[in-house]
């Protein structure tokens, strides 16, 4: 696609639930990345996937979030038993083979009540 | 990791001003990006400039590698411009891993 894309533009789950949150980054990019903002703070690095391996997994938060990206494209993002604090907007990025420029997508907004 | 310093934190202008935005860094960074994030949440990529000048319309940016700084200049603001501007860049330890600073956030009034 023109772009990354982000699917739901929004979400709204109830505490202890399971979520997935989706990422179709931009054609031909091999390199992923997952990132969550939180209100009136810059976006917070989680994982990055170079191919369908997960490179760097140290900034997610705990063993309730895990992100797979099997045939290195489409990346899920999920999350167990869901908490309250876990809300906040989660971005996908991505990058072309040769270059470290990220493109983010607009994001998913969670929401857990 | 490295630390990011955006200033100034809120800034209100008339259509029409200029500005300044600064970006400090607390080391060297190999990758440095200037974002603008609009009313939706889109992050949009403004630069990517890890050293030197660049234009592009009423925007350009200087990064000062040598001295851990960037600077982004707006020219005859317009309403659109308002937003969240965020500046991030990552350390020779990691080629990928940006960190963010906590954003400028932009008002301009008509």
């Known amino acids: 696609g023109a772009g990354v894309s982000q699917t739901p533009s929004n979400k709204v789950t109830e505490k202890g639930k399971y979520v997935e949150l989706r990422c179709d980054p931009i054609s031909g990019h091999t390199a992923l990345y997952w990132y969550r903002q939180s209100l009136g703070q810059g976006p917070e690095f989680l994982i990055y996937?170079?191919?369908?391996?997960?490179?760097?997994d140290s900034g997610l938060p705990n063993d309730r979030f895990f992100a797979v990206r099997p045939e290195g494209s489409v990346s899920t993002l999920k999350i167990q038993r869901t908490e309250r604090g876990d809300s906040a907007v989660y971005l996908c990025?991505?990058?072309?083979?040769?270059?470290?420029?990220?493109?983010f997508g607009q994001g998913t907004r969670l929401t857990v009540v | 990791g490295i630390q990011v310093e955006q200033s100034p934190p809120d800034l209100i202008l008339q259509e029409g001003a200029n500005s300044t935005l600064r970006c400090n860094f607390s080391?060297?960074?190999?990758?440095l990006q200037w974002f603008h994030q609009n009313p939706w949440g889109q992050l949009i990529n403004l630069f990517y400039?890890?050293?030197g000048t660049k234009q592009n319309g009423r925007l350009s940016a200087t990064t000062v590698a040598t001295e851990r700084y960037s600077l982004l200049y707006i020219s005859s603001s317009q309403t659109t411009d308002s937003g969240v501007y965020f500046c991030a860049g990552n350390s020779g330890g990691s080629n990928y891993k940006l960190t963010f600073g906590k954003g400028t956030l932009l008002t301009v009034n008509p």
């Open positions: 990025a991505s990058s072309p083979v040769v270059g470290p420029e990220a493109f």
């Open positions: 080391d060297s960074v190999n990758n």
């Open positions: 400039i890890p050293s």
């Open positions: 996937f170079q191919g369908t391996g997960a490179a760097d």
